[in-house]
T-cell receptor, first 109, second 113 residues
Framework: GIQVEQSPPDLILQEGANSTLRCNFS?????LQWFHQNPWGQLINLFY???GTKQNGRLSATTVATERYSLLYISSSQTTDSGVYFC???????????FGKGITLSVRP | DADVTQTPRNRITKTGKRIMLECSQT?????MYWYRQDPGLGLQLIYY???????NKGEISDGYSVSRQAQAKFSLSLESAIPNQTALYFC????????????FGEGSRLTVL
């Protein structure tokens, strides 16, 4: 099956810093999503982005499908950004997603 | 109220017991999923259903069964729970079509002693 690798595995930031989280995948995809799991375990969908660039407030994401990677940018980080960020992909178009192992982000005040 | 609701939110049980985790949704989505999350790992797909008469195994279906009682309800059962099924379980839904964004419930934490 398709492989998903996220890097770095852990990231510690000072509040106000910017960061880039990376997701590499081993095959072409029709579906790529980024999720944030907060410290209470809740999973929130951040972006549906199989290709191109999207922005939502301080967060933006870019997927370069031809080169099989996606980037999640967090600008002016806040303590509420802490948690685990997952990238998930599907070679098909049915949301049967394969998840990466996640990137644990800690934002210090 | 949450669009995707899971019950129970927390459950402690003993080896060999039968456990059912229930999921209901008000999003009107056809597609429903059960995922399992273990510490330090991503989520793994257990079962998925694209409509009431469609049930499919995911990556890790052994030891689990599901029932799609209605469009809005999808239950996961552990017929005889074992300790390595201790995990956080998530139900999710998505709409049919290319914009298949996945929406998760709040999770059910299961501990098998």
């Amino acid at each position: 099956g398709i492989q998903v690798e996220q890097s770095p595995p852990d990231l510690i930031l000072q509040e106000g810093a910017n960061s880039t989280l990376r997701c590499n995948f081993s095959d072409s995809v029709n579906n790529l999503q980024w999720f944030h799991q907060n410290p209470w375990g809740q999973l929130i969908n951040l972006f549906y982005i199989p290709s191109g660039t999207k922005q939502n407030g301080r967060l933006s994401a870019t997927t370069v499908a031809t080169e099989r990677y996606s980037l999640l940018y967090i600008s002016s980080s806040q303590t509420t950004d802490s948690g685990v960020y997952f990238c998930a992909v599907d070679p098909g178009a049915n949301s049967k997603l394969t998840f990466g192992k996640g990137i644990t982000l800690s934002v210090r005040p | 109220d949450a669009d995707v609701t899971q019950t129970p939110r927390n459950r402690i049980t003993k080896t060999g017991k039968r456990i059912m985790l229930e999921c209901s949704q008000t999003k009107g989505h056809d597609r429903m999923y059960w995922y399992r999350q273990d510490p330090g790992l991503g989520l793994q797909l257990i079962y998925y259903s694209f409509d009431v008469k469609d049930i499919n195994k995911g990556e890790i279906s052994d030891g689990y069964s599901v029932s799609r009682q209605a469009q809005a309800k999808f239950s996961l059962s552990l017929e005889s729970a074992i300790p390595n099924q201790t995990a956080l379980y998530f139900c999710a839904t998505s709409a049919q079509g290319r914009t298949g964004e996945l929406f998760f419930g709040e999770g059910s934490r299961l501990t098998v002693l």
